[in-house]
T-cell receptor, first 112, second 116 residues
Framework: GEDVEQSLFLSVREGDSSVINCTYT??????LYWYKQEPGAGLQLLTY?????DMKQDQRLTVLLNKKDKHLSLRIADTQTGDSAIYFC????????????FGAGTRLAVHP | GAVVSQHPSRVICKSGTSVKIECRSL??????MFWYRQFPKKSLMLMAT?????????EQGVEKDKFLINHASLTLSTLTVTSAHPEDSSFYIC????????????FGPGTRLTVL
């Protein structure tokens, strides 16, 4: 079945790196996504990685994918207070209706 | 680019009434739109997939007669919560997928529905 899991909470100091982890069960996904949700708002697409890639870097964001272990991570370098939000990982499946399966979200708290 | 809007952003209604939520893709055409429901401190649960010009596909456990979806044009999908009850109170989020190779979905800002 389809299941995506994340730890629920992460607290980091401003300026440190944050690493948010995600595991999934269905290896047939085509893309894996990271979305950011700020309070009372919808989801903002941060980055995504194609399932046959190992790593993707986009400015302060680094996505690592271990397909063998079905593990996805998002590293935020030099974390700022504006990065405080809930981060969702999601699996995307091509074909059919391209649905996304979301994890429960990791709440990132950045403190001085 | 890839902006999705929702209207209203917040609505309060009485139990038994119906509420319509609009989802629009502002700068692209979306043949497919998705409707999600988010419970407090929980993930997004896909309710249904809406395809322009055809009937929506509902996920298991979602009542199609209660959550009516219409995708009348390539830029507009509507979700109508019929005979709303307090347990329907939730954050409803839509997304739209532009015709691209990444299959990426872009999300609207969400609609907070409160049923009294």
């Amino acid at each position: 079945g389809e299941d995506v899991e994340q730890s629920l909470f992460l607290s980091v100091r401003e300026g440190d790196s944050s690493v948010i982890n995600c595991t999934y069960t269905d290896s047939s996904s085509t893309y894996l996504y990271w979305y950011k949700q700020e309070p009372g708002a919808g989801l903002q697409l941060l980055t995504y990685i194609f399932s046959n890639m190992d790593m993707k870097q986009d400015q302060r964001l680094t996505v690592l994918l271990n397909k063998k272990d079905k593990h996805l991570s998002l590293r935020i370098a030099d974390t700022q207070t504006g990065d405080s939000a809930i981060y969702f990982c999601a699996e995307g499946f091509s074909g059919g209706y391209n649905k996304l399966i979301f994890g429960a979200g990791t709440r990132l708290a950045v403190h001085p | 680019g890839a902006v999705v809007s929702q209207h209203p952003s917040r609505v309060i209604c009485k139990s038994g009434t119906s509420v319509k939520i609009e989802c629009r893709s502002l700068d692209f055409q979306a043949t497919t739109m998705f409707w999600y429901r988010q419970f407090p401190k929980k993930s997004l649960m896909l309710m249904a997939t809406s395809n322009e010009g055809s009937k929506a596909t509902y996920e298991q456990g979602v009542e199609k007669d209660k959550f009516l979806i219409n995708h009348a044009s390539l830029t507009l999908s509507t979700l109508t919560v019929t005979s709303a009850h307090p347990e329907d109170s939730s954050f409803y989020i839509c997304s739209a997928r532009p015709p691209s190779s990444t299959d990426t979905q872009y999300f609207g800002p969400g609609t907070r529905l409160t049923v009294l």
